[in-house]
């Protein structure tokens, strides 16, 4: 194996590694219940995300409203961010939580109204029965503006580039600067983790769920899934990190009527088409 | 080797490294840069991200009462080391990664080491209100935030931050007091660190690569200034500012085009290139009170950008350049 | 145990801490935790809504709170004077009168719950019980509130816009 690729692949490894032997340090009348229920809540959060994620024919829940129990879920990384940035009793933290808040406010009302498109064009909440009626043709191809919105909500609510002004190094790191050892690692993973779960909810909210020629539609889900995060993390490492002073007037005036404009069409291809 | 070694030496193959520099000493810096950089190290933004803390250059009474205070912030096992020269650079890295991967000697200065913050260590990032006494309204004499009103007069909670001097991208031994309102700056002072005379401004090509890296590093574009870091020939450089500048999306996220903070990198962009006029009134140059007044009523990353652009100048004496 | 066992145990964990959330609102001292209980009260009353047979209600209720306090924790710290640090902050104004209001209150809507003679069901519940609530509740009126919302909506976005002559972030009409 060549060097490069070694090292690359070590990285995790390393910084894993690296974490579990730094011990945790705490800041001055930190709220420490507070900060440790944000730095161990985010990646059990994206675990009862991917438990929704029908695998091929069938989810370990089936839900009929898993579409609305996503929402839910994904409005709760508002609170577990905020609280991350409030607990360590630090300014660029707590700065960190606010952009997070005001940022959340430019991603969430898009991500909520591009949810709608593809639950109105299947007739259902149920993701397994939206994955079902993409049979003829993938949600993708037809509602490209809410995709995106989605796709946007996700970089937002796993704090990633260009969404990571709430991280952003103009902040020292602004919610993880004061943390430290196993509680960063949660974090970290945690971010991680929710990006995959956001991808993996896309594959059956518009990209055709498990289908696929001659794989089984459970590695079709798996390999869209990571298809899907890993451009999502690549197209964010070519952005830079926005400001919610840059981000929310675009995000409300411009992107918000252009998902309802979306909106709008599937609803009317689904009563008249 | 046992397992423990193994993870010791996995957990140190990445280490995060906080600079703390002392005024006059940014070629060091540079060169300790470039080294984590290609060891495939980190640059840590803050303390409780690293593992050592490297002083760089010689650091006078109040920076060395500051450097303390972020050493007593960094998480166990950790490492400091001083370097004053750039030959030393390398060796100075190798012997502390050696001591940091020595888990009994680790062990045994984290047992004498008091477990939790000690009340009144507060540094940068926290609300350092220290001399006043509220009694129980003030636990480890912080006391309940105080309101002021903010630009559009609404009263709003005040933070205290002074930003500076242990802070990545950031003019050495320069202190920017704030009042925060959220993310806003209400106020702000300048204070400069044993003030002593400051050697004349740099504005070489490098100094200037330097800054602009920088505030393409704040903006979160990485690669890109990593790039601005190897930049040597001055043509490429034009490429680079020509290319910078069509990067729609880069200049609408640092504030749009015609904003300060575009101007003036693209000034550092020009001046590495030798394209600008060195009378450009945009090629920096800013006193301590203009500074003061530059950053009020800004949104807190603006103001780290704006501050970003300023460095050569901040850290220099601009009228010994021009005498 | 069956299926039919184990919901009614999650129901009354929820029930019971719905109750002793809501209390701790009152009870910890700082904005923070306040609100985040509140937060814990919404979404226990959330989860009873979900083992009541409502999904849609149930995951509408935790999606609408947690955003909310979220929100409102913002508002509670920034404008009402405090720091991160956890402060002995007592959240309660007119102790005394404030505490017989919420016995009573609760008291009497605990006798009613129990008290009433509740009637046997007749028939089975609609396939669609989203469905079925909302035109139970909205009947014909149901068309009408869907176009008062986005009305809604705009009006509170217009109303915002209008009143900031500025708004938060300066744009551009800095000296």
Redesign the interface.
Known sequence: MPDRIRSALLVPVAETARLLRQRPRRTVEADLLLWRIASSGLLPLAVLMLVLVPWGDRALVSDPVGVVWFNALDVFAWALVWLLGWGANAVYGLVGGYRFLALALGYELPLMFALIAPAVAAESLDLGVIAAAQSGLWYVVWMPVAFLAYCLGVLGMSVRAPLDAAAGADLAGGVLAELSGVDRLLVQAGRYALLVAGAAVAVPLFLGGGAGPLLPGWLWVVLKAGALAWALAAVGSRLPTLRPDRVLQPAWVVLLPLVLLQDLVVAAVVVWG | MGLRGLLSRLATRRVHVLVAEAPAAHEVRRALEQEVCRRGWVLAGAAADADLLAVVGSPGRRLGEVVERVWDQLPDPRVRLQVGHVDQVAGALDAARAELADTSRQRDAARDRPSGPQPGETDHGEMDHGEMDHGDMAPSGIPLAEGAQDRDGLEMDVLHLPLGPVLRHWPAGLVLHLTLHGDLVGQARVERLDEGPRPPSETGPDRMLDAAASVLDLAGRRQLADRARELRDPARIAAFRRRVLADRVLLWGLGGAGSEVVLRLDALLGAAAGELDQTDPRSGAVTDARLAGLVRGRDLGEVRLLVATLVPWLEGDREAADA | MSPDLWADLAFWACGVVAVLAGAAVFYVD?M??AT?AL?LSFVAV?VVLLLLGQ??LG??V??MM??E???M??YM???M????????MSMVHSHRAAIGAGVGAFLLLGAGALLVPWPERRGAPDPDV?AALGEATMGSHMLVMVAISPVMVATI?AGVVLS?H?G???R?D?P
């Open positions: 700082s923070a935790r985040y937060a959330g999904a849609y995951a509408v935790v999606l947690v955003m306090m979220a929100v924790a913002v710290v920034m404008f004077g405090m720091n991160p640090a956890l402060m002995p989203t976005v900031l500025r938060r972030y300066d551009g800095r």
